[in-house]
């Protein structure tokens, strides 16, 4: 099966960069996805990483490496608005779309 | 101009009753998604369709029945209802299925069995 594992909480102030892993465990996947959630609200897409390497827009960049089986989202110039959960996603292997979520990391970002 | 909307926002019902969760995009998307979020907020696939076929449909008990009249809509209809079916249900979009095109979420169903 595939299974995805990332930190519960992270904490951090705002202006900092905070960095939030995940790793993962498939025998077979197209890519990364990164997505936030506010609370009471609807996961938001970030960013995609289908090659290894670093992915950036904007204060977000994503970073990939399946040889470690290892991703990270790493967030900078913290804003209060950032605190959110933020949720890793394996896209499955096979023409459907699959999306397997982390369980997320919540961030709460500290004036 | 929402792109991905879920009616109802939240739907509070007894045990053993029948409800219909119904879930439209206006994005042009082939492919739709039905996901329950848990009070942990573990998000889990339940269906997906592709220009009105099922192309997923994980282990979810046989009271979830998907339907998809055209490739805009997607409802989710469950059958007698079990105090373990309360969560949030998120209908979702993309244009491509199997490439890492973002998926688009609606607002989500609170749904609260009692």
């Known amino acids: 099966g595939q299974s995805l594992e990332q930190p519960s909480e992270v904490t951090a102030v705002e202006g900092a960069i905070v960095q939030i892993n995940c790793t993962y465990q498939t025998s077979g996947f197209y890519g990364l996805s990164w997505y936030q959630q506010h609370d009471g609200g609807a996961p938001t897409f970030l960013s995609y990483n289908a090659l290894d390497g670093l992915e950036e827009t904007g204060r977000f960049s994503s970073f990939l490496s399946r040889s470690d089986s290892y991703g990270y989202l790493l967030l900078q110039e913290l804003q209060m608005k950032d605190s959110a959960s933020y949720f890793c996603?394996?896209?499955?292997?096979?023409?459907?779309?699959?999306?397997?979520f982390g369980q997320g990391t919540t961030l709460q970002v500290k004036p | 101009d929402t792109a991905v909307s879920q009616t109802p926002k939240y739907l509070v019902t007894q045990m053993g009753n029948d409800k219909s969760i119904k879930c439209e995009q206006n994005?042009?998307?082939?492919?739709m998604y039905w996901y329950k979020q848990d009070s942990k907020k573990f998000l889990k696939i339940m269906f997906s369709?592709?220009?009105?076929?099922?192309?997923i449909n994980e282990t979810v008990p046989n009271r979830f029945s998907p339907k998809s009249p055209d490739k805009a809509h997607l409802n989710l209809h469950i059958n007698s209802l079990e105090l373990g079916d309360s969560a949030v249900y998120f209908c979702?979009?993309?244009?491509?299925?199997?490439?890492?095109?973002?998926?688009?979420f609606g607002p989500g169903t609170r749904l609260t069995v009692l």
């Open positions: 979702a979009s993309t244009g491509t299925s199997g490439t890492g095109d973002e998926q688009f």
């Open positions: 996603a394996l896209h499955g292997s096979g023409n459907t779309g699959k999306l397997i």
């Open positions: 994005l042009g998307h082939d492919t």
């Open positions: 369709y592709n220009n009105k076929e099922l192309i």
